[in-house]
């Protein structure tokens, strides 16, 4: 089922999903958790600041990585998790990966970059699969960095980004023409494997995106709608991006109401 939570603030959001995680985190040490990037998950690495101590020996797979920049440019994904995630929680490094993060050189696109999405997708089953999958949504229906017309069914591997995403990614870059145009990013079936999927999303802008996510037939041009074919979803939005949701008042219902036993 998809849990449609709608949260006062983002900062409320991160804390309830921080509490889901330490949960978790608490039943099996050495968690696998699913690590997106950006900033709709920023709030719940904040909230999970003060349990640093429990997470030790936690696991982690980021969600997707740029190709092309040059290895330590502090706006790739792996500078980025170790910088918001790995060292303020205090997590081991060498249990937190990101795609391509195996290959010294960086991800350029040599040849080894075709084989790198295999390799990752071998690291997460051997892992054990993901418990916890943190997710944002993109303007174009995007989760991880499976843009429109990404296959269900589809594995870590190298994509395209839309003109639309790296727009929006730009704030993260001195100048627009510097966001890569490509990317490695867990695929779909990736995604729907894990355990748990937990999406956030806040503010205005993803208002429709999640809506169609949510709500809106399930088709690969809107890749978000996925969530819909997994079996444990819990989508947490604030008001303004839940604010095109059709059933928000159920939304709203079923979480007052809903047993205290049942957690997330
Ligand atoms: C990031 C990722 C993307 C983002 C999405 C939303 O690892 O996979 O799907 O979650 O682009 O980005 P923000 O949260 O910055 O709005």
């Given at each position: 089922m998809t849990e449609v939570i709608i949260v006062p603030s983002p900062a409320a959001g991160?804390?309830?999903?921080?509490?889901?995680?330490v949960a978790l985190v608490r039943r099996r040490a050495d968690a696998v958790l699913g690590l997106a990037t950006g900033?709709?998950?920023?709030?719940?690495?904040?909230?999970?600041?003060?349990?640093?101590?429990?997470?030790?020996?936690?696991r982690g797979f980021a969600l997707d990585e740029y190709v092309g920049l040059p290895a330590g440019h502090p706006e790739s994904y792996r500078a980025v998790i170790e910088r918001e995630v790995v060292v303020p929680l205090g997590l081991d490094p060498a249990?937190?990966?990101?795609?391509?993060?195996d290959l010294a050189e960086g991800l350029g696109y040599?040849?080894?970059?075709?084989?790198?999405g295999d390799r990752y997708e071998a690291a997460i089953a051997a892992a054990g699969g993901v418990d916890l999958q943190l997710l944002g949504i993109g303007a174009t229906g995007h989760i991880g960095f499976?843009?429109?017309?990404?296959?269900?069914a589809s594995r870590t591997r190298v994509k395209t980004l839309t003109e639309q995403t790296r727009r929006d990614n730009a704030r993260f870059f001195a100048a627009p023409d510097e966001v890569p145009l490509h990317?490695?990013?867990?695929?779909?079936g990736t995604i729907l494997a894990a355990r748990h999927l937990v999406l956030l999303a806040f503010g205005a802008a993803k208002a429709a995106a999640l809506a169609a996510a949510v709500e809106g037939p399930v088709t690969s041009s809107l890749p978000g709608s996925a969530i819909q074919l997994h079996g444990r979803v819990t989508v947490v939005v604030d008001e303004a991006a839940a604010s095109a949701l059709r059933f928000a008042d159920y939304y709203r219902h079923a979480w007052v109401h809903k047993p205290a036993w049942q957690g997330l």
């Amino acid at each position: 089922m998809t849990e449609v939570i709608i949260v006062p603030s983002p900062a409320a959001g991160g804390v309830l999903v921080a509490e889901a995680i330490v949960a978790l985190v608490r039943r099996r040490a050495d968690a696998v958790l699913g690590l997106a990037t950006g900033s709709s998950p920023l709030p719940v690495y904040t909230a999970l600041r003060p349990h640093a101590a429990l997470l030790r020996d936690v696991r982690g797979f980021a969600l997707d990585e740029y190709v092309g920049l040059p290895a330590g440019h502090p706006e790739s994904y792996r500078a980025v998790i170790e910088r918001e995630v790995v060292v303020p929680l205090g997590l081991d490094p060498a249990r937190v990966r990101v795609p391509g993060d195996d290959l010294a050189e960086g991800l350029g696109y040599e040849a080894s970059l075709a084989d790198a999405g295999d390799r990752y997708e071998a690291a997460i089953a051997a892992a054990g699969g993901v418990d916890l999958q943190l997710l944002g949504i993109g303007a174009t229906g995007h989760i991880g960095f499976n843009e429109p017309g990404s296959s269900f069914a589809s594995r870590t591997r190298v994509k395209t980004l839309t003109e639309q995403t790296r727009r929006d990614n730009a704030r993260f870059f001195a100048a627009p023409d510097e966001v890569p145009l490509h990317c490695i990013t867990q695929g779909l079936g990736t995604i729907l494997a894990a355990r748990h999927l937990v999406l956030l999303a806040f503010g205005a802008a993803k208002a429709a995106a999640l809506a169609a996510a949510v709500e809106g037939p399930v088709t690969s041009s809107l890749p978000g709608s996925a969530i819909q074919l997994h079996g444990r979803v819990t989508v947490v939005v604030d008001e303004a991006a839940a604010s095109a949701l059709r059933f928000a008042d159920y939304y709203r219902h079923a979480w007052v109401h809903k047993p205290a036993w049942q957690g997330l």
